[in-house]
């Protein structure tokens, strides 16, 4: 049974810095995009950046500039690095895997508000 767990997120005042990380447990192979999505109150999920397993990243455009996604292969894990934070930012943080062959799997969230 693959999980993902992240980690990382709080209470940080506007302007300051959070790392968010999120590992997989279990025996999981192959994994080519890894990514960071993102859910205000409301239905809509939001896509923060994500990065293939080459090490192409891509960023929301609400990210760039600000955001920096990177990835561990050996260990499995994803990482975001959130600097310059606004109010805006404040949601659920999810971090996705997509595993070829096998499909997505998405962890539980970790909370991120920005507030002074």
């Known amino acids: 049974q693959v999980q993902l767990v992240e980690s990382g997120g709080g209470l940080v005042q506007p302007g300051g810095s959070l790392r968010l990380s999120c590992a997989a447990s279990?025996?999981?192979?192959?994994?080519?995009?890894m990514g960071w999505y993102r859910q205000a109150p409301g239905p809509q999920r939001e896509l923060v950046a994500t990065?293939?397993?080459?090490?192409?990243?891509n960023y929301a455009e609400s990210a760039k500039g600000r955001f920096t996604i990177s990835r561990d292969n050996a260990k499995n894990s994803v990482y975001l690095q959130m600097n310059s934070l606004k109010p805006e930012d404040t949601a659920v943080y999810y971090c996705?895997?997509?595993?070829?062959?096998?499909?997505?799997?998405w962890g539980h969230g970790t909370q991120v508000t920005v507030s002074s």
């Open positions: 990065i293939t397993s080459g090490g192409s990243s």
């Open positions: 996705h895997f997509l595993v070829r062959d096998v499909g997505g799997y």
């Open positions: 279990g025996s999981i192979f192959s994994i080519n995009t």
